[in-house]
Each structure stands twice: as structure tokens, then as C-alpha cells.
């Protein structure tokens, strides 16, 4: 059974704020529709990963605390530098409403990295904010087993979630 939690505050973490003792891989990922996303990809072998998606003008680097958390639990993750952000492709100032609602193709090329490389794995996904519009919305649309929304809109940029809300409610 697919899961949703919509929450405002981490939980198992103690901040999101950068980390200094993380080992993690920078990979680059390539949507379908073109656009590379870069990825700090933190690897431990783990049947568990977790996709982390930053809010609307943060980035990956935000999420390397809790990264090194849950490499700590147990899992394998991917934070993900979202298109027009960081240090990936685009410049989501410049972004229409089609832009945003591509992202959801950023989580696309993040699952599919995670699934190749640990055949089998439970993913995850976390995002706040717009990223977290775009967990909900993976949760519908990937074999993803649980999705944790921080603080996330019902139509966030284009990022509309009602849909998927009425399907995971009928689930």
C-alpha cells in the first residue's frame, strides 16, 4: 500500500542545514526531456532509498544534513538539485507554469537512477515545498512506496495535486 504523509515539521531529523562529514557522489541525471539535473547520490548498498527534493530557490546542499542522517538509518539517497536550480540546468526564475510541471520528470530521472543501480529498492521521497507537490505527485505516477509532503499546495506553480490527492484517497 502506497503511503502519503503530509507533515510540517522533520521528524526524524535534527535540521536540515548543511553537513560537513558527508561522503556522497556529485551524478549527473538526464530527464526525458532533456534538462541534467545534478545529484549528491550518498550510496551505503541499501534495499531503502530516499529521493529529497529542496523548495522553490534552495537546492540539494540543503538537504545534506538529513542526508547524512538517513544514510545512518539505512539508506541509500539521492537530493536532488531540481531543473532551474543549483547547479542543474535552466533558470527557474525564468520558468513558466509547464516548466514546474516538467519537475516531476527531475524525480522521474532520480527514481529510474536509484531503481538501476539498487534493483528492488523501496524509494521514498521527500520534498518540501514545491518538492513536496512533486513527492505527492511521484507517489501517483512511480512505484514509490511512501511520499512525505512538507508544507505543500494544492496548486503550487502549475504543480496541481488535487488529482493525485483523489487518487491516493481512493487507494
Known sequence: MKKLLIILALFIITGCSAGDNITHQDVTLKTEDNFEIKAYY?????????????????????????????????????????????????????????????????????????KERHPGTKV??????IGANLAIQSLTKFNISTSIALSPGINYRGLDISEDINKINKN
Do not use: C, P
Not at 124 to 129: E, P, Y
Open 42 to 114: 550518498f550510496n551505503i548498498d541499501s534495499d531503502k532509498s530516499l529521493i529529497l527534493i529542496h523548495q522553490l530557490s534552495m537546492t540539494k546542499h540543503s538537504w545534506k544534513s538529513f542526508a547524512q542522517k538517513a544514510q545512518e538509518k539505512g539508506y541509500n539517497v539521492l537530493a536532488i538539485d531540481l531543473r532551474g536550480h543549483g547547479v542543474s540546468q535552466g533558470d527557474w526564475e525564468e520558468f513558466n507554469d509547464m516548466d514546474f510541471i516538467n519537475m516531476v520528470l527531475d524525480v522521474k530521472a532520480a527514481h529510474n537512477f536509484l
Open 124 to 129: 521514498a521521497v521527500i520534498g518540501a515545498s
